[in-house]
């Protein structure tokens, strides 16, 4: 009797063992290969008109499907207003902006392309590629770097802006004002206006840190950079995001913060982090700003 207990104990173990073995393979591989498409809502508490934002990130040249074929015709089902690539598209060690130039190409008849520089565009430029920025302009984008453009959306006035820095400078206290000077310059003049302000911002952490939500006027932050916090772990959530640290607040979904609105993307990819993308399927977010 006892040896037949023994022996079911040991089935149901090995049974769960199993499960548990093929729920890792099985995700681990979406993780990489499957691309959901999750829709979000932002209120921003003005009389705008509704319009959809698709927003994707952090590629890092990742390709799925037919030479990102798949990717483009799921941007193009989501019929969005504007398709805003918020940085770390390619990496940077790459050899070239192939991927996410190939990528504009096959949107940009969809909707106007906005493109943000994450810390990988960053890196890429300083290894040497110092014509990134006038790639992604003849492949059909406009790139937002410290700069920013006044747009009509759905018959809604909008400043949509760029910047990687920190909102904030690194003096300890994270002082919104002790900014080096080139960001305050932008800054102050980007929420100098009535429009509709979003500000794409690769890594939430250059405005959620110090009293730059409290400082800077500004209604959308729309960000990426975290990968939803690269291992999404059940009832924990994400477990690492970067400035943020472990088990971070702001590395997927809506937020409240400050003065403004956060949204963050899990994103599409990754890069060489210790531990793969797990629980974590790449993500279109489809951004219904009211």
Not at 30 to 52: H, L, P, Q, W
Not at 101 to 122: R, S, T
Not at 158 to 185: E, I, K, W
Request: glycine share 8%.
């Amino acid at each position: 009797m006892k040896r037949k207990k023994f022996r079911m104990i040991l089935i149901i173990f090995l049974i769960l063992i199993f499960i548990l073995a093929a729920w890792i393979l099985i995700s681990l591989w979406m993780s990489a290969n499957y691309i959901v498409t999750r829709e979000y809502s932002v209120d921003t508490g003005k009389g705008v008109n509704t319009f959809r934002a698709v927003v994707i990130s952090d590629l890092h040249d990742h390709m799925f499907k037919n030479n990102n074929a798949e990717l483009a015709e799921k941007i193009r089902e989501a019929d969005p207003d504007l398709i805003l690539m918020d940085g770390d598209m390619l990496n940077a060690q790459s050899e070239d902006a192939s991927v996410p130039l190939n990528l504009i190409c096959q949107v940009k008849d969809i909707a106007p392309v906005y493109y943000a520089l994450g810390n990988h565009e960053e890196a890429y430029i300083q290894n040497g590629h110092l014509n990134l920025e006038e790639e992604l302009t003849e492949a059909g984008a406009v790139v937002l770097d410290k700069n920013y453009v006044d747009i009509e959306v759905n018959g809604t006035p909008v400043r949509l802006g760029g910047m990687y820095d920190y909102a904030f400078g690194l003096n300890g206290d994270n002082d919104a004002l002790a900014a080096p000077q080139d960001t305050l310059r932008f800054l102050q003049d980007f929420q100098n206006t009535d429009r509709l302000k979003i500000m794409l911002s690769h890594r939430p952490d250059s405005f959620i840190f110090g009293d730059a939500s409290e400082v800077w006027d500004v209604d959308l932050v729309i960000s990426g950079h975290a990968h939803g916090g690269q291992v999404v772990l059940p009832f924990l959530g994400g477990l690492y995001g970067c400035d943020q640290g472990w088990f971070p607040k702001y590395v997927h979904g809506v937020y409240e913060k400050g003065n403004f609105q956060i949204f963050v993307t899990s994103g599409l990819g990754s890069n060489k982090q210790i531990l793969p993308r797990f629980n974590n399927p790449p993500e279109i977010a489809v951004l219904t700003i009211n």
